[in-house]
């Protein structure tokens, strides 16, 4: 191969920069040409696109966001607009394509490849939730990002003796509920990958006002139950005063942790190191302590689940 296309699709994750530059200036020292494809897919039907070299990628590593913005492209699901997208990457002389984003960008990439155009996918999306790995770059800066927020709640709900409840996001994921709850010292998380009962929580929360806790915090994963639901169940149940923080849009933005720039661009090399070894069609991810290309197909079916023993963990310490 001597040319590839980069793009970044769906929701934007802290570490898609890094991604980028990474993929750039790996590529280039190999020897390959890279085209930056503005806005994802939507970049592939209205032609958006630019050269890229060493410099346009500089000083972005520490950026949230994506220098070459994102967009979700609901044309692209069906298959005419997707075969003028591979003509148009034919057209450009584009061997192979990039793409960094989460579960429908792959698929999007999947269907690329349907018609003969090698992709690889890099995971970008703050919800930790694609198959083919254990991690996605951008969940890292999002659990701190919710972290901090939920210390600043702590602070307050403390002061005055209440429940905080604070919805965060994940999709249908509990992944950032669990790791922020882990590292906040929550006193429960609703996820959505155990039944929700609000009706033990209340006891819970009860048992822990006896024990003369002061305060205390509820992280709820938004694909569990909505926040204003949960206050509403707590104030027609227990005596207790919950407040609700639904965090939002704030937990996409910021500059990546280190873990973060330092994922994107191990990624990135595994990313240009396959397809110049003739391996592509394949989502790269982080298995074990090894970095892997597993196959589209493959990826679909292996999925790893949330830390039972975290999840009990967390309960156990939190009253
Ligand atoms: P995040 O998890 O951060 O939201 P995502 O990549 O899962 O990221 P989506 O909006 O689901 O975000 O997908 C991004 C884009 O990928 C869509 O807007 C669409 O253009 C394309 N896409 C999604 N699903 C498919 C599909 N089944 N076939 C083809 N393209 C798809």
Do not use: W
């Amino acid at each position: 191969i001597n040319k590839i296309g980069v793009l970044t699709s769906g929701g934007d994750a802290p570490g898609m920069n890094a991604a980028i530059r990474g993929v750039t200036r790996y590529a280039i020292e190999k020897g390959l040409e890279v085209t930056g494809i503005i806005r994802g897919y939507e970049g592939l039907l209205s032609h958006e696109i630019m050269p890229l070299n060493r410099r346009s990628v500089g000083a972005i590593i520490h950026r949230g966001g994506t220098m070459l913005r994102t967009a979700r492209c609901l044309e692209f699901l069906e298959e005419e607009t997707q075969k003028k997208a591979a003509d148009y990457i034919r057209e450009q002389e584009m061997d192979a394509l990039v793409v960094i984003g989460g579960d429908g960008s792959m698929r999007g990439a999947q269907a690329l490849s349907r018609l003969g155009i090698p992709t690889i996918v890099i995971p970008g999306t703050i919800d930790n939730d694609m198959g083919g790995t254990e991690y996605t770059v951008g969940f890292d800066t999002a659990v701190n990002t919710v972290l901090e927020s939920v210390n600043k709640i702590r602070d307050t709900a403390f002061s005055h003796d209440r429940v905080a409840v604070i919805e965060v996001m994940g999709r249908h994921a509990g992944f950032i509920a669990l790791y922020a709850g882990m590292a906040a010292g929550a006193e429960a998380v609703l996820v959505p990958e155990h039944e929700v009962s609000l009706e033990d929580l209340c006891t819970h929360l009860n048992e822990s006002h006896r024990m003369k806790k002061m305060s205390s915090i509820v992280i709820v994963a938004e694909g569990a139950a909505k926040g204003a639901d949960v206050v509403d169940y707590i104030k027609g149940h227990t005596y207790l005063e919950p407040t609700l923080t639904v965090l939002g849009y704030v937990q996409r933005g910021g500059s990546p942790s280190a873990k973060d720039a330092i994922m994107a661009s191990l990624f990135a090399e595994k990313a240009i190191d396959s397809l110049l070894a003739g391996t592509y069609n394949c989502v790269i991810g982080q298995i074990g302590e090894r970095i892997v290309a597993t196959p589209y197909t493959e990826a679909e079916r292996l999925h790893f689940p949330l830390d039972e023993n975290m999840y009990r963990l967390v309960l156990a310490l939190g009253r």
